[in-house]
């Protein structure tokens, strides 16, 4: 039996994986603030869903605290997931996502370096490629020119989990997400946002013309990378975590519209700043490497998605 640490983990990836480590027989210790980036009861609520795990509130940024929990827990690895998240938000604040994307990471990366053979998964993300045009992404890619203060602080995180690989002989696995949709999924992401919208009658914000396209990657596909990069963590990798295929934003909203069974009214604005164009991975090393088979085409996901949100009135009585 393993013990470790996942930090946000009562938001939506991190109380899914969580779930899963402890339904191994793994030790989980989930570090969370509980922010009112969207409602903290939400992540409450996913808390109250994680059993035996411990629980603590407290800040990725407070290096006290976070010093007190790794000198009181002998963590086999960590699963770094808190973060401030989405591209948008990021252009309204974009000195708070450094403070605590970059100083966050690196307050756990500190005490990854004291405790040798400590494994540390980062949870990085898709923005990270900026506007492309050519696809499949790839790891291999040279990506000097992220589009968001969001997308910024994701690689800068690479790049210093890098550093203490190369300095500490820190392990380390980081993921690069592509739009993870599924239960729990925040309340501000397009696919729970489009069906609050649609099941209240409302208008849905409808960027652009439609054709933006996304690789959307559902939870339990994601989970299973996860713990595989988890488990096999060693020397310092980079994975992209998508299922490979497309699915443009007019798509996406008729695909809701079946789930649902009701038509969409859309309220069409132009296109964002620091929003790209289309996302789609490459998972051939996630493939080769962690055995990763993305196994959710995108209508199974969003039918499974409906059933849990009608099922929960979004989330606020998870179950």
Not at 54 to 82: M, N, P, Q, Y
Request: proline fraction near 5%.
């Amino acid at each position: 039996m393993a013990r470790y640490l996942v930090t946000g983990g009562a938001g939506f990836i991190g109380s899914h994986t969580t779930e899963r480590l402890l339904a191994r027989g793994d030790e989980v210790v989930v570090l969370d603030n509980f922010n009112d980036f969207y409602d903290p009861a939400i992540k409450r609520a996913n808390a109250a869903l994680l059993g035996r795990a411990r629980v603590v509130t407290g800040d990725i940024r407070d290096r006290e605290a976070v010093g007190k929990l790794f000198a009181e827990s002998r963590f086999d690895g960590v699963v770094h997931l808190a973060a401030m998240a989405g591209v948008r938000p990021s252009l309204k604040d974009p000195l708070h996502y450094e403070d605590v994307n970059m100083r966050g990471t690196m307050t756990l990366l500190e005490e990854a370096r004291r405790r040798p053979g400590l494994r540390f998964v980062f949870a990085s993300s898709s923005s990270v490629y900026g506007a492309r045009d050519r696809v499949p992404f790839s790891e291999a890619d040279d990506i000097p020119h992220p589009v968001s203060p969001y997308a910024a602080t994701k690689r800068a995180g690479e790049l210093m989990c890098y550093t203490y690989h190369h300095l500490f002989a820190v392990p380390v696995a980081c993921l690069r997400f592509f739009t993870v949709y599924g239960p729990r999924q925040r309340p501000e992401m397009a696919i729970a946002k489009f069906t609050k919208s649609l099941l209240e009658g409302e208008a849905i914000p409808f960027f652009g013309d439609g054709s933006t396209r996304r690789d959307y990657t559902y939870i339990d596909d994601i989970v299973d990378c996860v713990v595989a990069a988890l488990d096999r963590c060693e020397g310092y990798e980079i994975y992209n975590l998508g299922e490979s295929a497309t699915t443009t934003l007019t798509e996406l909203v008729q695909g809701l519209e079946r789930a649902l069974g009701c038509k969409a009214k859309l309220d069409r604005q132009p296109n964002q700043p620091g929003d790209v164009p289309l996302t789609c991975a490459d998972v051939s090393k996630a493939r080769a490497k962690l055995g990763y088979r993305p196994k959710t085409p995108v209508a199974d996901g969003l039918a499974r998605y409906v059933e849990w949100y009608r099922r929960t009135a979004g989330g606020v009585t998870a179950r």
